[in-house]
């Protein structure tokens, strides 16, 4: 049997992740990890809601691909890549370490961060979840919110059982709710609004966020705003290319990977770790 070549090593000058909710059985580590092994970078920022505090205080849940995930993004730190870590409200608990400007294992931990492209946009990272009244003002029906996205989740995946038993494709049946609720989609219109005022208002040429799991791009009055996406559903990064170019990349549609199964042919043929 022929060996399966090795996917080709994509190089940016930085790459912008958030909402992997590591610690839920809803988050991708395998499409995650396949990312992760396949990238090299100058810069890497991790924009909030990495690790899920909120659900691994209920229960605990770690496997195998949490730990490869973790190992990758160490040995992206080990080879020189500058990894900055901002917390979001399902890790808040690590805001609490903020005034230290603590870095470990090479990650360095901060409030936001301010990064210039190479064509010069000066772009403001923040995870967001500071601009949803929600999450500020009443935290009680933020956890419930969370409490039915997760259970969302929960019938999503008997529901695609189902689809894919009958021969049809993934279909997101929470994200097509999210986009069927008028005040959902104010919700969105709103946040994006918000962050595009605040990088505005401190002379920034764009924001780069995350929180609602909406990957987004667009011109907001004259701003640029990106929003990353999530690796639960969407599976979107922002990278940034050596020319300066910015590009949201849909792993999942790009590689042809499949909801149904991890990709695990192009785990085993993934490039050796970095260094």
Request: proline share 3%; with cysteine; net charge neutral.
């Amino acid at each position: 049997m022929n060996a399966i070549p090795p996917p080709r090593v994509r190089r940016y000058r930085a790459i912008f992740l958030s909402d992997t909710h590591l610690g839920t059985k809803g988050c991708r580590t395998d499409f995650l990890a396949d990312f992760l092994g396949s990238v090299r970078c100058e810069h890497l920022y991790l924009v909030g809601d990495i690790l899920d505090g909120w659900r691994l205080r209920r229960s605990w849940y770690w496997d195998e691909g949490h730990d490869e995930v973790l190992r990758l993004l160490l040995s992206h730190a080990k080879a020189g890549t500058e990894i900055v870590y901002i917390p979001g409200n399902h890790d808040e608990m690590f805001r609490a370490w903020l005034p230290l400007n603590l870095e470990v294992a090479g990650i360095k931990l901060r409030k936001e961060a301010t990064h210039q492209t190479v064509i010069g946009l000066k772009l403001l990272i923040m995870h967001g979840d500071e601009f949803d009244s929600v999450v500020r003002y009443a935290k009680f029906l933020a956890l419930l919110g969370d409490g039915a996205y997760t259970a969302a989740l929960v019938v999503n995946r008997w529901f695609n059982a189902a689809r894919r038993r009958l021969g049809y494709p993934y279909w997101s049946l929470s994200a097509w709710a999210k986009r069927q609720v008028k005040g959902a989609v104010k919700a969105i219109d709103r946040f994006e609004a918000a962050l595009a005022g605040e990088a505005q208002r401190r002379g920034y040429d764009g924001v780069v966020c995350g929180h609602i799991h909406h990957a987004q791009m667009r011109d907001i009055g004259g701003v640029l705003y990106v929003n990353d996406g999530d690796w639960v559903e969407s599976c979107t990064a922002l990278v940034e290319h050596e020319d300066g170019r910015l590009e949201l990349l849909d792993w999942v549609a790009e590689n042809q990977l499949s909801f149904f199964s991890s990709p695990t042919e192009r785990a085993r043929a993934r490039p050796a770790p970095v260094t």
